[in-house]
């Protein structure tokens, strides 16, 4: 068996690596026997030198057994989605119960907020009480009873994998598409699904701005995850302006509450939202086909048993029994609200620019030890083609913040000639 650096000096040149020899290093990452700069050198000539398909699914498998892999014996079958993340992206909330109210059970391990995409741990600390790291007994019990449970990664799921995304994320390696891959789907191996539906943006909003590097990831990611025994389908959704027209955390919890409620379901977002929905209950066997699941989908929330579902997720985690009763006596409520004008039709959407200024009012991170203000951001944005006045409303904390949360919303939106909106699913690939 190779040496640490024996590995690190084979993968620099170029060389393929057994899966013992890559198992083997990540059983150092997990025991230390790997030090900080060997890691280091490891992911950067990953990062230039690429893995073959056998390798990202030894490295996957490896970091996903690298801790507790999970395991369920459940009446219906376990499935999860996870998304690369963009603005006003908070599907996982109302899908997740959807996917519950239809028969799956949806243990899904969430992320805070990487670079400036929102995340779903984030929007889940706004709600009062809500307990996001549970522990494994807990998060499996909640499953078990709801049929759904949102929560953070714990200390025993990919151990290997959350030391290596720390070192990579101050390396300059994160945007390595074996690495990705890898971090993705370890954690999914490790939760123990019988499906996976990927979400991977692409826009002006997302990591992957163009079309072709989001067909590589998706690409990579079913073929990996299929390569490890996880039935996995990809949808590539536009991210060229903001999923849900709300952004933040407190706001956008609200906004899922209106969606499962039936207050408001704005088309692109509920396109999304059916379009993932659906490849998880075909994966999972309980629909057809993706006419079928859609409509199971759309009865789930007619009736209300979506809404229930969350409803008791959130009450079986520590949160409101009554949340989505009462969401405005318990969400957080920015005490600055401004609304912002402009004439004319919006013709573009800086998406990643609306990110950015949501982190600039506090609802997001520039270090790790951050606190996040789960009161602020922005509801009511514009879209393309809008041509009513309104470009959105700025939630902030105080009357600075606000002024400075209008330039940037107007700095965002390019008014003139709207061209055709792009479809909220591009396309899909893999698993059908």
């Given at each position: 068996?190779?040496?640490?650096q024996e590995?690190i ?5 170029g060389l393929?690596l057994a ?7 990540v059983?150092?990452?997990?025991d230390?026997a790997v ?5 280091a ?5 990953v ?12 490295l996957?498998?490896?970091m ?7 395991a ?11 998304s690369?993340?963009?603005i ?8 997740a ?7 799956g059970?949806?243990p899904m391990?969430s992320?805070r ?9 984030d929007?889940l ?7 996001a790291?549970?522990g494994?007994?807990a998060f499996r019990?909640v ?7 949102i ?11 959350r ?5 990579r994320?101050?390396t300059?390696t ?5 690495l990705?891959?890898?971090s993705i ?5 490790a939760?123990?699904?019988d499906g996976?539906?990927m979400?991977v943006k692409?826009g002006?909003?997302a990591f992957?701005?163009?079309?072709p590097?989001a067909?590589a990831?998706?690409g ?9 025994g996880l039935?996995t389908?990809a ?5 060229d302006a903001?999923?849900a ?6 706001v956008?919890?609200a906004?899922a509450i209106?969606?499962l ?7 692109r ?5 059916l ?6 209950l075909?994966?999972?066997?309980l629909?057809?086909?993706r ?17 229930e579902?969350?409803?008791r997720?959130v009450a079986?985690l520590g949160g409101?029994?009554?949340?989505l009763d009462k969401p405005?006596?318990?969400l957080?409520?920015?005490?600055v ?7 004319g ?6 998406t ?10 506090g609802?997001g991170?520039?270090?790790p030890e951050?606190r996040i203000?789960p009161?602020v951001g ?8 809008s ?6 409303i700025?939630?902030?904390?105080d009357?600075?913040s ?8 107007r700095k ?8 055709a909106?792009?479809?909220?699913v ?7």
């Amino acid at each position: 068996m190779r040496l640490p650096q024996e590995t690190i000096r084979a993968k620099r040149d170029g060389l393929p690596l057994a899966p013992e020899e890559i198992e083997a290093f990540v059983r150092g990452l997990t025991d230390g026997a790997v030090g900080e700069g060997q890691a280091a050198a490891f992911a950067m000539a990953v990062f230039f030198r690429g893995l073959t398909l056998p390798e990202r699914v030894a490295l996957t498998r490896a970091m996903a057994e690298s801790g507790r892999v999970l395991a369920w014996d459940l009446p219906g079958p376990v499935l999860d989605k996870h998304s690369t993340g963009g603005i006003g992206d908070t599907v996982s909330l109302p899908l997740a119960a959807m996917v519950a109210a239809c028969g799956g059970y949806v243990p899904m391990i969430s992320g805070r907020g990487l670079g400036h995409t929102g995340g779903t741990l984030d929007k889940l600390g706004s709600i009062p009480g809500y307990d996001a790291t549970p522990g494994l007994d807990a998060f499996r019990r909640v499953v078990g009873d709801v049929g759904c449970a949102i929560i953070g990664q714990t200390a025993d799921l990919a151990p290997a994998d959350r030391r290596l995304y720390a070192i990579r994320d101050v390396t300059g390696t994160v945007e390595s598409l074996d690495l990705i891959t890898a971090s993705i789907l370890s954690k999914k191996l490790a939760a123990g699904l019988d499906g996976l539906v990927m979400d991977v943006k692409q826009g002006s909003g997302a990591f992957m701005a163009t079309l072709p590097d989001a067909r590589a990831l998706a690409g990579s990611i079913v073929t990996v995850a299929e390569g490890a025994g996880l039935r996995t389908a990809a949808l590539i959704t536009d991210m060229d302006a903001p999923l849900a027209s709300a952004a933040g955390n407190a706001v956008e919890v609200a906004y899922a509450i209106d969606y499962l409620t039936g207050a408001r379901r704005e088309p692109r977002f509920h396109a999304v939202t059916l379009a993932l929905g659906a490849e998880m209950l075909v994966a999972g066997g309980l629909a057809a086909d993706r006419a079928a699941a859609a409509e199971r989908l759309e009865r789930s929330l007619a009736s209300g048993q979506a809404a229930e579902r969350f409803a008791r997720m959130v009450a079986a985690l520590g949160g409101p029994a009554d949340l989505l009763d009462k969401p405005g006596q318990h969400l957080p409520a920015a005490p600055v609200r401004r609304p912002v004008h402009q004439d004319g039709t919006v013709a573009g959407i800086a998406t990643r620019a609306l990110g950015l200024a949501v982190i600039e009012l506090g609802g997001g991170r520039t270090r790790p030890e951050d606190r996040i203000d789960p009161r602020v951001g922005f509801t009511d944005l514009a879209g393309h083609g809008s041509a009513d006045g309104l470009l959105g409303i700025v939630h902030a904390a105080d009357a600075a913040s606000a002024e400075r949360g209008e330039a940037a919303l107007r700095k965002a939106y390019r008014m003139g000639e709207a061209a055709a909106p792009r479809p909220a699913v591009i396309e899909a690939v893999g698993a059908r």
